[in-house]
Every structure is written in C-alpha cells, then in structure tokens.
C-alpha cells in the first residue's frame, strides 16, 4: 500500500491537504512550508509543479506557478528540495501537474526521480485514465506510487466508476464544475453530487477540492468525503506570512475555525 492510501486509512476522517505551489512564494521554500504543515496538522501535501499552462487552476495559483517560474523552480530544483523536506517529515508529498511536463522530461526518468526523492503520489488533471492503465499504471505500483484522478459534477457515472477503481491514492472530487478559487458556500447540488457519488460502492477514499477555504466548507466536505484538499486560500496567506507560526495559524482556522 502506497504511503498517500496508508496515512487516509489511518485517519479515516478529517483528512487535511494542502496545496502549495513549488518555488512560491520563493524558490527554495518547499522543505520549510512542508516542515511547518506537519507541525500545524496537516495530513497530505499536495505540490504544485509550476506549469505555463495550469489547465484547471484559478487565478491565484496561476500567479503562483508563475512567481515559482520566474523564481526559476524547475523539476530537478523540485526533487532536490522535496528529497531535503522527506529526510525531515513523515507526511506524504504528492506531486500535481500536467501531463506535458512529464512527457517532456521523460515518464521512467519523472518517476524515477519522484521516488529517490520521497513522492508518495501524483495527480496528473489531463492524463488520460485509458492511457495510464495501458501505459503505466505498473510503473506507478512497482514504484509504490499512488495516482488520484479527479471527477466533477459532469463526469459521467462510467468514468466515476473507472476513476475510483483507477485511484490508489484517493478519488479526487472537484466539488464544482469549475476551475480553482472560488469562495463560495457549497449549493444544495453539490451536496446531491457528493450523496450520489458516496452511494455508488466505491472503494478508493474520496477527499473534495475546489472551493474549500475555511472551517466552514472543510466540515462540510468532510461529511461527504475522508476529507478535504485546500489550495488558493493557503496560497493566499503563504503570500502574508510563509512562517511556521503563519502556516500554523492557517491550519488551525480551517481545522478549528
């Protein structure tokens, strides 16, 4: 069992992860943000590979890749520095990003280096789920790697049932139809969604992401899932206090309010 399925089955409830984007707000920060999450309580974290492109993300992690770019964070700076933050937290890091970045470095080199550097897992949003069972769902399991894919309110039933059976680590529901950011409370047709997605047997954990960014929205998602993932709001406040005592102070108001 991959370390990303271990630590959920072990909490089973109230799982927290965060999102970052790797060489933001500065380039070398990736060890100390993931020290400062663990000591704050979270379960996962979550590292944004900065991308030219960031298909489903909203405004304020588009601006983050792009502050981590200019900061000049590359894939091999990234697994440098995640190989110093795994000799220091137990927590596992999972990689998020574009399947064109690892097509261009090399998918056996990608994953290779991943796990020399402690990756526990990755979630790739445009990575065909055919694609990586035919291709490479063995390289992932002989690496112990988890892979998480992502549903929303408009995927179909098949394709739900496929991604839950396809995610080692966790089936990742996107709570809206949406790209990341936004701020509101979640509607009664989310809550119809999570309810039908939960009764349709599947065995694969299931943390929500999109739209949650306070005590309030973590609570909620938490009764529907094992879980929530934060992201733009923890950007956010990584931009008014990167500190292991700011990282505290924001975990805490999404686990406690």
Same mark, same amino acid.
């Given at each position: 069992m991959?370390?990303?399925?271990?630590?959920?089955?072990?909490?089973?409830?109230?799982?927290?992860?965060?999102y970052?984007t790797?060489?933001?707000?500065?380039?070398d920060?990736?060890?100390?943000?993931?020290?400062?999450?663990?000591?704050?309580?979270?379960?996962?974290?979550?590292?944004?590979?900065?991308?030219s492109?960031p298909?489903?993300?909203?405004?304020?992690?588009?601006?983050?890749?792009e502050?981590?770019?200019?900061?000049?964070m590359?894939l091999?700076?990234? &697994?440098d520095q995640?190989?110093?933050?795994?000799?220091?937290?137990?927590?596992p890091?999972i990689?998020?990003g574009y399947y064109?970045?690892? !097509?261009? &470095?090399g998918?056996?080199?990608?994953?290779d280096?991943?796990?020399?550097?402690?990756?526990?897992?990755l979630?790739?949003?445009?990575?065909p789920m055919?694609e990586?069972?035919?291709?490479?769902q063995?390289?992932f399991e002989?690496?112990?790697?988890?892979?998480?894919f992502?549903?929303?309110?408009?995927?179909?039933?098949?394709? !739900?049932?496929?991604?839950?059976r396809?995610?080692?680590?966790?089936?990742y529901?996107?709570?809206?139809?949406?790209?990341?950011g936004?701020?509101?409370?979640?509607?009664?047709?989310?809550?119809?969604? &999570?309810?039908k997605?939960?009764?349709?047997g599947i065995?694969?954990?299931?943390l929500?992401?999109f739209g !949650?960014?306070?005590?309030?929205?973590?609570?909620?998602?938490?009764?529907?899932?094992?879980?929530?993932?934060?992201?733009?709001? &923890?950007?956010r406040?990584?931009?008014k206090?990167?500190?292991?005592?700011?990282?505290?102070?924001?975990?805490s108001?999404i686990?406690?309010?």
């Amino acid at each position: 069992m991959n370390k990303v399925r271990a630590k959920i089955n072990e909490k089973q409830q109230r799982v927290l992860n965060v999102y970052f984007t790797a060489g933001h707000p500065t380039l070398d920060s990736i060890p100390s943000i993931a020290e400062g999450l663990q000591e704050a309580g979270a379960d996962l974290i979550e590292l944004g590979m900065p991308y030219s492109d960031p298909l489903a993300d909203g405004l304020t992690i588009q601006k983050s890749s792009e502050v981590a770019l200019k900061n000049g964070m590359n894939l091999k700076h990234l &697994f440098d520095q995640v190989k110093q933050a795994t000799a220091s937290i137990e927590i596992p890091i999972i990689l998020m990003g574009y399947y064109n970045q690892l !097509i261009q &470095f090399g998918m056996d080199r990608f994953l290779d280096m991943a796990t020399t550097a402690g990756v526990s897992g990755l979630i790739i949003p445009d990575l065909p789920m055919f694609e990586y069972e035919a291709k490479f769902q063995k390289s992932f399991e002989d690496r112990n790697l988890g892979m998480s894919f992502l549903i929303s309110p408009m995927t179909s039933d098949e394709r !739900i049932l496929q991604a839950g059976r396809l995610s080692s680590g966790f089936l990742y529901m996107v709570s809206q139809s949406s790209i990341t950011g936004k701020t509101q409370d979640i509607s009664q047709e989310q809550h119809a969604y &999570f309810d039908k997605v939960n009764n349709m047997g599947i065995e694969s954990p299931r943390l929500i992401g999109f739209g !949650i960014h306070n005590n309030e929205t973590f609570e909620t998602a938490c009764k529907y899932s094992n879980g929530a993932i934060v992201g733009s709001s &923890f950007i956010r406040a990584l931009e008014k206090d990167a500190s292991k005592a700011g990282i505290k102070t924001f975990v805490s108001s999404i686990l406690n309010g």
